[in-house]
């Protein structure tokens, strides 16, 4: 069964850190971007950062430049979101999403609640 986890999603003070994951089951990150996705209530949902799994190249939204940091281990399937200075802004279910470059199937994780607290 092809299936995406992310897990790390907790209640932290502003100005805290979380370190979000997504995992893969069922198929592997080859030839894939892997983002992440967050939705606050009353909100779209919005593109917050990927990562290629062809070249390693990386893009963040404005919003979270210099705050977050995407980083992968292939090896093990899993990519992670290193939330650094977390806002109450940041406040949203995350979730994980993987396309695949050659044929743009996706895949989308059920998401992780992260609530930042003021």
């Known amino acids: 069964e092809v299936q995406l986890v992310e897990s790390g999603g907790n209640l932290v003070q502003a100005g805290g850190s979380l370190r979000l994951s997504c995992s893969a089951s069922g198929f592997t990150f080859d030839d894939y971007t892997i983002g992440w996705f967050r939705q606050a209530p009353g909100k779209e949902r919005e593109g917050v950062s990927c990562i290629s799994s062809s070249d390693g190249s990386t893009y963040y939204a404005d919003s979270v430049k210099g705050r977050f940091t995407i980083s992968s281990d292939f090896a093990k399937n899993t990519v992670y979101l290193q939330m650094n200075s977390l806002k109450p802004e940041d406040t949203a279910v995350y979730y994980c999403?993987?396309?695949?470059?050659?044929?743009?199937?996706?895949?989308w994780g059920p998401g992780t609640q992260v609530t930042v607290s003021s």
């Open positions: 999403h993987a396309e695949s470059l050659a044929t743009l199937v996706d895949f």
